[in-house]
């Protein structure tokens, strides 16, 4: 039995004119096929009859149909001479199972396979793929619904696509390097934190014992806000930590899936499967050093060293460090602004490693994006700000320096989202006088006009300063408040062509 129906699969791969495995396999209009050589040698035969006719089911056709040799089937063919004879029938021993022993599962899979790739409607092969409507198609289905469609035959598109899908392979893989770097730099600086933690604990410590007689309670208030911060600080990390391993893990998940769809020989089956595994995951934020955690814990100790000689201030009001004073002190704090190209608004071009903006009322429009300002030449930086914060400015003209909270809205009332006009946003006006702003009530402002601006921002006392920087420091406009959220620096540039903004790299 097993023999039979190791023979009835066999014939399907022969040709019914000279009853030998197909040679260059030809199909013709009616769907059955023959050996080139042997279709041809019967229309010849047949002469110059208007109508030539299929020698199987007599199907006839004018004028005589152009032949083309079917490649799909063909390889099927091949397969079948390759496969050795004692593969071929069944065996004392074999086991039989409905779909025919061991042996022929080849033969089988290559019967399904061919099935798979038959046009219903019209049962010919499908060796074109329709762009527009995006799946094979058969010769015949080009008369018919695609009519006037994109096409190009399945191999050529298999071939686009197996060349994008190792593109895509190349940037998770280069991603992945990427993530993995990061969380070397993020372990690095765990130690680092827990390093100066435990030195500032140590250092605490020793002047506390000084104290001890008067500040004990106080001792006890500094350990705690030091072990806190460290606590907190950790805390993020392992948060980004855990989202960088999720991330590599998908990456490596989807490159074996794509490295699977691949290695498939079957079109339909890969053009089938590429939209959906083609798509790359979001990216996690790459890990920005935070090195405030550490100024803070320095400024612990030395607040607590300065604490011997105002022992009674310390003790009756509330544990503050001393504002600087001079630029030297500032730059101290100063922190490298990067801007958030999602947020860029209209007309804004970033360049500088993301530092400068320029407005160009001819720079094409940005893609959409949630955290893209719509209506405002506006941008954000990528990193929020906490602690103690400085940094500077240069302008070519006018502008906006703002600061401003990641929660502000991004289109609508102007009064909701442009920097100055709601809660959410501080910002000062500098035109040939400076205006102050917030909640869109404006404060004017004298003092020395200058192209650079310090801001200085210390999140934990509400403190937010904005200076005009030349030669000398002066203050322009100091704010005291509670902030709720991270601040962001940011920037408005105005509407006149090659008007530039700059976050200033400080030494």
């Known amino acids: 039995m097993a023999q039979q129906r190791n023979q009835a699969d066999e014939m399907k791969f022969c040709c019914s004119i000279c009853l030998d495995l197909l040679k260059d396999p030809v199909t013709i209009p009616c769907g059955h096929n023959y050996c080139m050589s042997c279709i041809k040698a019967h229309w010849d035969k047949e002469g110059q009859k208007k109508c030539h006719s299929c020698p199987q089911c007599r199907q006839t056709f004018n004028p005589r149909p152009a032949l083309v040799k079917n490649t799909m089937l063909a390889e099927l063919v091949d397969e079948k001479k390759n496969v050795p004879a004692d593969h071929c029938y069944a065996r004392p021993g074999d086991v039989v199972y409905d779909f025919g022993t061991g042996r022929n599962v080849k033969v089988v899979e290559a019967s399904v396979k061919l099935q798979d790739n038959i046009c219903s409607l019209h049962n010919k092969l499908k060796e074109i793929y329709c762009r527009t409507d995006q799946q094979c198609i058969c010769i015949l289905c080009l008369l018919d619904d695609h009519k006037g469609h994109d096409k190009v035959s399945a191999v050529a598109e298999r071939t686009e696509k197996q060349k994008k899908l190792g593109e895509s392979r190349q940037r998770i893989q280069q991603r992945v390097q990427d993530r993995e770097k990061d969380l070397k730099k993020l372990q690095e600086e765990t130690e680092t934190i827990n390093h100066s933690a435990d030195k500032a604990v140590e250092d605490s410590e020793k002047i506390f014992t000084e104290l001890i007689c008067l500040i ?19 805390s993020q990390i392992k948060d980004l930590q855990e989202k960088l391993n999720q991330e590599i893990t998908e990456l490596k998940r989807k490159d074996a899936e794509l490295e699977h769809l691949s290695r498939t020989e079957d079109h339909t089956h890969f053009l089938h499967g590429y939209p959906s595994l083609s ?57 490298e602004i990067t801007l958030d190209p999602n947020t860029a608004g209209r007309c804004l071009v970033l360049s500088e490693g993301n ?65 100055g006009f709601n809660k959410k946003s501080w910002a000062l006006y500098c035109f040939d006088v400076y205006t102050f702003m917030h909640d869109n009530h404006s404060v004017s402002i004298s003092g020395p006009v ?10 934990r006392a509400g403190i937010l300063s904005f200076y005009s920087v030349s030669k000398t420091m002066t203050l322009l406009h100091r704010v005291q408040t509670t902030f709720t959220e991270p601040l962001h620096a940011g920037v408005y540039v105005y509407g006149s062509d090659g008007d530039t903004a700059e976050f200033c790299k400080l030494e």
Request: glycine share 4%; charged share 30%; proline share 5%.
């Open 279 to 335: 798509e790359l995951p979001e990216s996690t934020d790459s890990p920005r050093p935070n090195i405030y955690c550490l100024q803070y814990f320095e400024d612990v100790v030395a607040a607590l060293t300065a604490a011997r000689d105002k022992m009674h201030a310390i003790l009756t009001g509330t544990w503050s460090l001393a504002e600087p004073t001079t630029r030297a002190e500032f730059l101290r704090y100063s922190r």
């Open 355 to 419: 530092r400068k903006v320029t407005f160009d009322g001819k720079n094409k429009p940005y893609p959409k994006h949630p955290e893209r300002f719509s209506q405002q030449p506006q941008v954000l930086s990528k990193d929020g700000l906490t602690g103690r914060c400085y940094w500077e400015v240069t302008m070519s003209k006018d502008a906006r320096v703002a600061v401003a909270y990641k929660s502000i809205s991004r289109s609508g009332d102007i009064k909701a989202h442009a920097f």
């Open 450 to 459: 200058s192209s650079r601006i310090g801001v200085y921002l210390d999140h």
């Open 216 to 234: 004990e309670k106080r001792r006890s208030d500094g350990k705690q806000q030091i072990r806190s911060q460290q606590e907190t600080d950790v």
